[in-house]
């Protein structure tokens, strides 16, 4: 049994204790963002452009729910890298600089290497040795693959809770101000992290306008989504039509 003195000592002790985790506790700041839970399921919210929720629905899941292949991916980043390079850098071989053919000393009795033409690479301004070709450095993927890792990456992103679906962002003005205010109500603005909206409609010239001068914000049309553009994103918002649209241009098989 526990003596008089250890049970008066164990009160102040529990109270000490409680004001230590109130205080350790974040206080509340007047009109701090609030952060949105993350979703890693199938089923997710719809935020309208305020960020409160509207609505929930259920992701594909031959696309959100598909099995991650992180070598897949890998290869389908590589492929599109490399079609990313143009291949056009060239230097002059001792063939074609525009340099005199006489000779630059005679051959014999000088002591010196025998040279016959200031065009080679140990002089200055002399051709490049085995320097750069023109050359294609482009890469194919089988369209199968290209689905898969694009399912792959957009499942990876789910399951990590980076998706976010935005609904009514198709009313918006023109306006920087606008967009910034949406991306702060999603909790999304000023973390110094680069996002990827992704819009259901190619014509959506006022969704572009509004944020293509916000800093770290990617803006890409739903038919135009590749498995690089959303691995390189920390977060994605999908506008709700942005889904369909991803359904028509990379699900359905094209009929013959």
Same mark, same amino acid.
Do not use: C, W
């Given at each position: 049994?526990?003596?008089?003195?250890?049970?008066?000592?164990?009160?102040?002790?529990?109270?000490?204790?409680?004001?230590?985790?109130?205080?350790?506790?974040?206080?509340?700041?007047?009109?701090?963002?609030?952060?949105?839970?993350?979703?890693?399921?199938?089923?997710?919210?719809?935020?309208?452009?305020?960020?409160?929720?509207?609505?929930?629905?259920?992701?594909?899941?031959?696309?959100?729910?598909?099995?991650?292949?992180?070598?897949?991916?890998?290869?389908?980043?590589?492929?599109? @890298?490399?079609?990313?390079? =143009?291949?056009?850098? +060239? !230097? #002059?071989?001792?063939?074609? %600089?525009? *340099?005199?053919?006489?000779?630059?000393?005679?051959?014999?009795?000088?002591?010196?290497?025998?040279?016959?033409?200031?065009?080679?690479?140990?002089?200055?301004?002399?051709?490049?040795?085995?320097?750069?070709?023109?050359?294609?450095?482009?890469?194919?993927?089988?369209?199968?693959?290209?689905?898969?890792?694009?399912?792959?990456?957009?499942?990876?992103?789910?399951?990590?809770?980076?998706?976010?679906? @935005?609904?009514?962002?198709? =009313?918006?003005?023109? +306006? !920087? #101000?606008?967009?910034?205010? %949406?991306? *702060?109500?999603?909790?999304?603005?000023?973390?110094?992290?680069?996002?990827?909206?992704?819009?259901?409609?190619?014509?959506?010239?006022?969704?572009?306008?509004?944020?293509?001068?916000?800093?770290?914000?990617?803006?890409?049309?739903?038919?135009?989504?590749?498995?690089?553009?959303?691995?390189?994103?920390?977060?994605?918002?999908?506008?709700?039509?942005?889904?369909?649209?991803?359904?028509?241009?990379? @699900?359905?098989?094209?009929? =013959?």
């Amino acid at each position: 049994m526990p003596s008089k003195s250890s049970a008066k000592t164990a009160k102040p002790a529990a109270k000490t204790a409680k004001t230590a985790v109130k205080k350790a506790a974040p206080k509340k700041v007047k009109g701090e963002v609030r952060e949105l839970p993350k979703e890693t399921g199938l089923k997710q919210s719809v935020y309208d452009t305020k960020g409160k929720v509207v609505e929930s629905l259920t992701l594909p899941k031959e696309i959100f729910g598909a099995k991650v292949n992180n070598h897949l991916m890998a290869q389908a980043v590589r492929v599109f @890298l490399s079609n990313r390079r =143009k291949g056009t850098v +060239k !230097t #002059k071989s001792r063939g074609e %600089v525009n *340099k005199t053919t006489k000779k630059v000393y005679r051959q014999k009795g000088t002591g010196r290497a025998r040279h016959g033409a200031m065009s080679a690479p140990i002089y200055v301004g002399g051709g490049v040795a085995f320097g750069p070709r023109p050359r294609d450095f482009s890469l194919s993927l089988p369209q199968k693959m290209k689905r898969a890792a694009l399912f792959s990456a957009l499942t990876a992103k789910v399951q990590s809770g980076e998706i976010k679906i @935005l609904t009514g962002l198709e =009313k918006i003005e023109p +306006k !920087t #101000k606008l967009m910034s205010d %949406v991306l *702060k109500n999603l909790s999304l603005e000023g973390k110094k992290k680069k996002l990827l909206l992704v819009t259901s409609d190619p014509k959506a010239e006022n969704v572009k306008k509004a944020g293509r001068n916000i800093k770290g914000l990617n803006i890409l049309d739903a038919n135009l989504l590749n498995t690089y553009q959303v691995l390189d994103n920390k977060g994605i918002i999908l506008m709700k039509g942005a889904i369909e649209a991803i359904e028509k241009s990379f @699900l359905k098989e094209k009929v =013959k």
